[in-house]
T-cell receptor
């Protein structure tokens, strides 16, 4: 199993551009998550999904959108990129979501907005 | 609201020393879960341990051990005989079982950067 994969690994965007961060998992997990990690900080939840077709906002959703058309894929869309969105983005998945199940993380996407 | 505090921002130890990473948490949930993750310089997050709020037994896994004390809301992590490969950022995280996003998201501390010097 590849686990959780993310593309691209690195990206530089200009202010106002848009892009989609891809995330795929092959563990048949229903629950998927997007986090961002700012320097010297822990991760903060952007959006999560409890299954195909169901998504919901996390702690810091502004400026982002997600969709979940399949169990495997959970892309994160940045519209009108801003410097405040410079961060490392992690996608994660878990077997279930009720607190006690560990989340498996992808390798991250390092995004710079200039 | 949930909160995780890792007061130690950076720690440096000489190889073979023991080191303890502190984690203090706050939650109103009576059922909750605590985690430790390791983030090596390569950047990925590696799951180390999960502990639920009803299980206060300490756990040992090789050179790693965890001390969970509900009375002080702490979940500390000790590495015995540290090695250079232990150099990483270590995150403590908390997950509750209340409704909404709080029941799914992990609330992370800011992390402790451990440097093991050969």
């Amino acid at each position: 199993n590849a686990g959780v994969t993310q593309t691209p690994k690195f990206r530089i965007l200009k202010i106002g551009q848009s892009m989609t961060l891809q995330c795929t998992q092959d563990m048949n997990h229903n629950y998927m998550y997007w986090y961002r990690q700012d320097p010297g900080m822990g991760l903060k939840l952007i959006y999560y999904s409890v299954g195909a077709g169901i998504t919901d906002k996390g702690e810091v959703p502004n400026g982002y959108n997600v969709s979940r058309s399949t169990t495997e894929d959970f892309p994160l869309r940045l519209e009108l990129a801003a410097p405040s969105q410079t961060s490392v983005y992690f996608c994660a998945s878990s077997q279930r979501g009720e607190g006690g199940y560990e989340q498996y993380f992808g390798p991250g996407t390092r995004l710079t907005v200039t | 609201a949930q909160k995780v505090t890792q007061a130690q921002t950076e720690i440096s130890v000489v190889e073979k020393e023991d080191v303890t990473l502190d984690c203090v948490y706050e939650t109103r949930d009576t059922t909750y879960y605590l985690f430790w993750y390791k983030q090596p310089p390569s950047g990925e997050l590696v799951f180390l341990i999960r502990r639920n709020s009803f299980d206060e037994q300490n756990e040992i896994s090789g050179r790693y051990s965890w001390n969970f004390q509900k009375s002080t809301s702490s979940f500390n992590f000790t590495i015995t005989a540290s090695q250079v490969v232990d150099s990483a950022v270590y995150f403590c995280a908390l997950s509750g079982v209340s409704s909404g996003a709080g029941s799914y998201q992990l609330t992370f501390g800011k992390g402790t950067k451990l440097s093991v010097i050969p």
